[in-house]
């Protein structure tokens, strides 16, 4: 069973640093890309980051330079490192699993980045 647990929001100030951590089980870490999304009020939600069984990432373009996505070796870990954080990026971030080639999709409980001064 997969379950994902997010953890690491909270409130900063414009130009500051977050750090989200997302607690992976169930994962084959060969199989699954792992991913963050966020959703800010009134929106849909967006792929923020994501990183393959590889190591392969990709960015959406609003975040790159940014944001970083790592995993531990395990893949018991999905790291989200947040930099020069900006109003808008305000929103609840969620963590995510995808196994593409039989259409599995799961998804953690969200937690809040609030950016503001």
């Known amino acids: 069973q997969v379950q994902l647990v997010e953890s690491g929001g909270g409130l900063v100030q414009p130009g500051g640093s977050l750090r989200l951590s997302c607690a992976v089980s169930?994962?084959?870490?060969?199989?699954?890309?792992m991913g963050w999304y966020r959703q800010a009020p009134g929106k849909e939600r967006d792929m923020v980051a994501v990183i393959t069984g590889g190591g392969v990432t990709d960015y959406a373009e609003s975040v790159d330079g940014r944001f970083t996505i790592s995993r531990d070796s395990a893949v018991t870990t999905v790291y989200l490192q947040m930099n020069s954080l900006k109003f808008e990026d305000t929103a609840v971030y969620y963590c995510?699993?995808?196994?593409?080639?039989?259409?599995?999709?799961?998804w953690g409980q969200g937690t809040q980045v609030t950016v503001s001064s």
């Open positions: 995510n699993a995808r196994r593409y080639d039989v259409g599995l999709n799961y």
């Open positions: 169930g994962v084959n870490r060969n199989l699954y890309v």
